[in-house]
């Protein structure tokens, strides 16, 4: 199923012409420009956020993140971020990059392994030299992005993006590749990925034990160990949180969701949705 999202971000451009290019970039949004946002977000493309000034509480993909300037925030495509508070004087700048300038970057940096640090790292501090390093690149390529009469303008911006990550950036996401990892991190992280690629057609934890070769009763005790959620627990905050943003983004009616998340029927799906929210799918929707 094709489902076509929406968002309440009042961006100085439509969304739908931002996901439509390749490279989307602006160099000052403010706290002003956000709306009182309670709903999760679901992200069609990968965004890099540059944070100049003043903090975020939020959760992305269910973990809670803490982001404070300056850092640097990364979101990958299909990824939901569900903001809890920002302070007033929270200003940023980002790029919304597609799959395909993605991919192209990946071919210029594939021998720089921060590069790939860095797609996987979420949030990342900087000091205050680094930032002004960061506030002068997001400069340059917005002056690129503006420049609508150049006709390299996509290459420019690649080159443009290359070129600062291998001079400047790589220091912030070395220290990634050397990060260590205990054995049950590990497996959480392998789990949780499992939990994202298959949570609407697979509830069973049987099947995750399977796919990692433990035993479910090891499996959801080092989750419940590393992470204070058991993995049925977090098995069923996927589901629901993909229900919410289903609910609040689409005009999908509620049959149309409970089968795109592979409930064997409406009625099971909004006593399940209940139990989890205390609302049925209606009441949640139009809350």
């Not at 439509?14 to 956000?34: E, N, P, Q, R, Y």
């Not at 991919?103 to 860095?118: G, T, V």
């Not at 009763?217 to 058991?230: A, D, E, P, Q, V």
């Not at 999908?252 to 029927?265: K, R, T, V």
Request: with cysteine; net charge positive; charged share 25%.
């Amino acid at each position: 199923m094709d489902v076509k999202l929406s968002y309440d971000v009042d961006l100085s451009e439509k969304v739908s012409h931002i996901l439509a290019a390749d490279v989307w970039v602006t160099h000052d949004f403010s706290a002003g420009m956000v709306p009182d946002i309670s709903d999760p977000i679901k992200f069609s493309a990968n965004v890099s956020i540059f944070v100049k000034e003043g903090d975020i509480s939020a959760e992305l993909d269910l973990h809670p993140l803490d982001i404070s300037a300056p850092c640097i925030v990364n979101i990958r495509r299909d990824q939901i971020l569900q903001i809890r508070g920002f302070s007033k004087d929270f200003r940023c700048s980002f790029m919304v990059i597609s799959k395909r300038f993605t991919n192209n970057l990946h071919l210029l940096l594939k021998d720089c392994h921060p590069f790939i640090s860095a797609s996987r790292s979420q949030v990342i501090s900087i000091d205050k030299r680094m930032a002004e390093s960061f506030n002068r690149f997001y400069s340059h390529i917005a002056e690129i992005f503006s420049n609508n009469e150049n006709p390299y303008g996509y290459q420019a911006m690649a080159l443009a993006v290359a070129s600062f990550f291998l001079e400047t950036a790589y220091r912030c996401f070395e220290y990634a590749i050397q990060k260590p990892s205990t054995t049950g991190s590990r497996l959480s992280d392998k789990f949780i990925e499992l939990v994202q690629q298959h949570f609407k057609k697979e509830r069973f934890l049987d099947f995750y034990a399977r796919e990692l070769k433990v035993t479910s009763k090891h499996l959801s005790r080092t989750l419940k160990k590393c992470t204070g959620f058991s993995a049925v627990e977090w098995i069923d905050r996927y589901v629901i949180l993909e229900a919410k943003v289903l609910l609040k983004s689409t005009n999908l009616n509620i049959q149309q969701i409970a089968d795109e998340l592979h409930f064997p029927s409406q009625s099971f799906f909004g006593k399940y949705f209940k139990k989890h929210v205390g609302l049925t799918p209606l009441e949640f929707r139009n809350f």
